[in-house]
């Protein structure tokens, strides 16, 4: 039976998980490297490449919402899609947004 105010063994083991998850992030954050813009007709590109403590915490089968790459620590302006999961190398994120990108204008905010 649980009781009130106490901590499962649940809840502490994902305090505990969340807890080491953002140490490992915060302590290498700092060794992201991001690529110098690359473009095409439509888009520009760049990469980033990811330290390998990291990379560990990637999903493994599928892309990342921006929210997901920002909490890993990847620090981008905004409009940038994660597009590609390079397979060799999958320390590497691939990141896409159109050329000449305009962020929506924020509400209550005057031109």
Known sequence: MEHPGRISADCFMIDVAKDSVQAIIKGNS???QYS???YDETNEY???ILPK???KL???HRLMSEREWRSIGVQQSLGWEHY???R???HILCFRRPKNYQPPPQPG???
């Open 46 to 48: 760049r990469h980033v």
């Open 88 to 90: 060799p190398e999958p």
């Open 109 to 111: 905010v005057r031109a």
């Open 36 to 38: 110098e813009k690359y």
């Open 84 to 86: 590609l999961i390079h």
């Open 30 to 32: 700092h060794k992201i």
């Open 53 to 55: 403590e990291i990379s």
């Open 58 to 60: 990637l999903p493994k």
